[in-house]
């Protein structure tokens, strides 16, 4: 089972999703992760989209059950086709 959970940023995606995968045992993937490349000075370097797309998809193919958090609009179709549920995230203030 793959649920991918986005929203807008600020939300409490990442959040949320931690939380749900450490009460299921599943694994927490990130889309920041795979969009960026890994550097002194975070989020300043794009990764190349066919890499991670490669690298996304191992994973999401591997059967492992995962949550997946972030927004992969633009990223292989093959990718969304990967997601058992889908949940769009919205966070009021209650105010």
Same mark, same amino acid.
């Given at each position: 089972?793959?649920?991918?959970? %986005?929203?807008?940023?600020? !939300?409490? @995606?990442?959040?949320?999703g931690?939380?749900?995968? $450490?009460? %299921? +045992?599943?694994?927490? %993937?990130?889309?920041?992760?795979?969009?960026?490349?890994?550097?002194? @000075?975070?989020?300043? @370097?794009?990764?190349? #989209?066919? !890499?991670?797309d490669?690298?996304?998809? $191992?994973?999401?193919?591997?059967?492992e !059950?995962?949550?997946?958090? +972030? !927004?992969?609009?633009?990223?292989? #179709?093959?990718?969304?086709?990967?997601?058992?549920?889908? @949940?769009?995230?919205?966070?009021?203030? +209650? $105010?």
């Amino acid at each position: 089972m793959i649920i991918h959970i %986005l929203g807008a940023s600020g !939300s409490g @995606v990442t959040t949320l999703g931690n939380y749900i995968s $450490k009460k %299921l +045992g599943w694994k927490y %993937l990130d889309s920041d992760d795979f969009f960026w490349e890994k550097t002194d @000075v975070p989020y300043t @370097v794009k990764r190349d #989209p066919k !890499s991670r797309d490669a690298e996304i998809l $191992k994973l999401l193919k591997s059967g492992e !059950s995962i949550i997946f958090g +972030g !927004s992969c609009i633009s990223w292989s #179709p093959e990718i969304h086709s990967c997601f058992d549920k889908i @949940v769009f995230f919205i966070c009021a203030t +209650g $105010k």
